[in-house]
């Protein structure tokens, strides 16, 4: 069965310029969250959703951050503009309902560089 | 609040040595999730066990084992007879199950060398 997708895996782009991350998650699974890692913060809950609505987007950092779930197979997450302290890895899980829904099972993550 | 520490930054080991990882946490909560992450050189994070805050019972597979124990609020994983593949950064993480989803907590990281 295919994991977590995540695309572009890697991603270096300029400051002010708009990045979308992308992410499929696990068919059948129907909660998606975003994480981000840095050095300084480790890893961090950005935000998740649960059949497509956005649950908790308490992570966010900032209005320059924006994420949707169009459908069950993709999510987006947005930053625009762009500015080097976004730098990190973001990765993207997924958890099915029941019993098993707190085995959130996690992309290869993209690592976005802003210079 | 919940709260995830994991003490040790780094571990170095020579090859064939058992290694434990510590990982003490902090929740009001009464029934939780604990879990335990690889993280290799390549960067994904793989999910390894899961353990629900009524199930104090011990785990091994392989050779990996943990345990957990309420009483001191920690859950800490063995490697028996450490192979150089092992060295990856491990993450300790907790979730709270009262109702509601939530994202997982992570503890910091034990960065783990296996030395040949």
């Known amino acids: 069965d295919a994991g977590v997708i995540q695309s572009p895996r890697h991603e270096v782009t300029e400051m002010g310029q708009e990045v979308t991350l992308r992410c499929k998650p696990i068919s059948g699974h129907d909660y998606l969250f975003w994480y981000r890692q840095t050095m300084m913060r480790g890893l961090e809950l950005l935000i998740y959703f649960n059949n497509n609505v956005p649950i908790d987007d308490s992570g966010m950092p900032e209005d320059r951050f924006s994420a949707k779930m169009p459908n069950a197979s993709f999510s987006t997450l947005k930053i625009q503009p762009s500015e080097p302290r976004d730098s990190a890895v973001y990765f993207c899980a997924s958890s099915a309902s029941g019993d098993r829904y707190y085995e959130q099972y996690f992309g290869p993550g993209t690592r976005l560089t802003v210079t | 609040a919940q709260k995830v520490t994991q003490a040790q930054t780094e571990i170095s080991v020579v090859e064939k040595e058992d290694v434990t990882l510590d990982c003490v946490y902090e929740?009001?909560?009464?029934?939780?999730?604990l879990f335990w992450y690889k993280q290799p050189p390549s960067g994904e994070l793989v999910f390894l066990i899961r353990r629900n805050s009524f199930d104090e019972q011990n785990e091994i597979s392989g050779r990996y084992s943990w345990n957990f124990q309420k009483s001191t609020s920690s859950f800490n994983f063995t490697i028996t007879a450490s192979q150089v593949v092992d060295s990856a950064v491990y993450f300790c993480a907790l979730i709270f199950s009262g109702g509601g989803a939530d994202g997982l907590t992570f503890g910091k990281g034990t960065h783990l060398i296996i030395q040949p």
């Open positions: 929740t009001r909560d009464t029934t939780y999730y």
